[in-house]
């Protein structure tokens, strides 16, 4: 199949130079020949090993993230928050309507009290040796129950005033006033901004190439330089369907980076050679990328076939050979066959 390949763009690459110098053949000899010539720079193309990646597709989330609930049942009063606001940790999120849960902590701090009162008066007894011990602790008893149930009550009522678990921004609201929050109900969702991952299911035969702490370049669509991503979970059981583990890649903050974007995770996989030659010789043509071959003090058209970049390096899967000398600079401006001056 690479055999055939290499032949077919030989073939295209023949009938392209055909109809390049067919084309030149409608100017008159004179007129090539009148060429000025250029002063340019050239460097040999050689043959650079470099790591091949593999690409997974992923998806960046919020290390801390939480839906925000209520413990005990009420309406929902007041909503203090909206989505895209930020708040700090502790700020009031929402209030519930409380008046049935206030009457029964004022009902249990009225029975503690009446409860105390007895208590110290039955202690008084006590010293006068009025009572029996037992009478004295069923008193005492019934107090530290009155007293549990009365901080049961401030603590339900306590929980009428949500508030925000740690420092980050409201990203989705779930209920409005006046509906019933009840335990298990989301009401609001709280994500840290600052805290960001990306998420990735990698395929079987990628996992042994991935391990803890290493650091994989990611790169999102929306951000044009490439970032750095810290592996923190691999997961120990994969997807039996999709044959994938989910693996989590710490980021580190940067702007425009959010959560919910899209993103990829390039996992090394092995050394290979190829050629590569600098990103600005290739001069774009219409649909072709041609470079400008310089041989015997003239530039000569060449037809390539382009790969990946790395950095400022483009790979050259076809079309020139290790060895041969190519323009780098003012590349666009040359023609076919015009006389070059190399600059040292």
């Not at 702007?255 to 600005?280: E, M």
Request: charged content about 25%.
């Amino acid at each position: 199949m690479k055999y055939m390949t290499t032949h077919l763009f030989c073939a295209l690459l023949s009938g392209t130079l055909i109809l390049l110098s067919g084309c030149g053949k409608s100017e008159p000899p004179s007129q090539t020949a009148k060429l000025p010539t250029a002063s340019i720079r050239v460097e040999q193309v050689q043959s650079r090993s470099y790591q091949q990646k593999d690409e997974v597709a992923g998806t960046v989330r919020s290390k801390l993230k939480a839906m925000i609930e209520a413990k005990v049942s009420g309406r929902i009063k007041t909503i203090s928050a909206q989505v895209g606001q930020e708040v700090a940790q502790m700020d009031p999120l929402i209030e519930l309507d409380a008046q049935e849960i206030s009457s029964r902590y004022d009902q249990a701090v009225t029975a503690r009290e009446q409860a105390l009162s007895e208590w110290r008066r039955y202690e008084a007894l006590r010293k006068d040796e009025v009572i029996t011990q037992q009478e004295y602790e069923q008193v005492e008893s019934r107090y530290r129950i009155a007293d549990s149930q009365a901080l049961e009550a401030k603590t339900m009522l306590g929980y009428t005033a949500i508030n925000a678990p740690f420092t980050g921004i409201v990203t989705r609201k779930l209920a409005d006033v006046g509906d019933l929050a009840s335990p298990g109900r989301p009401l609001l969702e709280l994500e840290d901004p600052l805290a960001l991952r990306l998420e990735a299911d990698i395929p079987e035969g990628l996992l042994d190439r991935i391990h803890l702490g290493d650091q994989l370049d990611v790169q999102i669509s929306s951000i044009t330089n490439r970032l750095t991503g810290t592996v923190s979970e691999i997961a120990p059981v994969g997807d039996p369907n999709s044959r994938t583990f989910p693996v989590k890649l710490d980021l580190q903050s940067q702007p425009g980076l959010r959560s919910g974007q899209f993103g990829r995770v390039s996992v090394p996989i092995g050394l290979a050679q190829s050629l590569f030659i600098p990103s600005g010789a290739i001069v774009q043509r219409g649909q072709l990328d041609l470079v400008f071959v310089v041989k015997d003090g003239k530039a000569l058209l060449r037809i390539v076939k382009t790969g990946k970049r790395m950095d400022d390096q483009i790979e050259i899967l076809a079309g020139l050979d290790a060895g041969e000398w190519i323009a780098t600079q003012n590349a666009s401006l040359l023609s076919n066959g015009q006389p070059v001056e190399v600059l040292q």
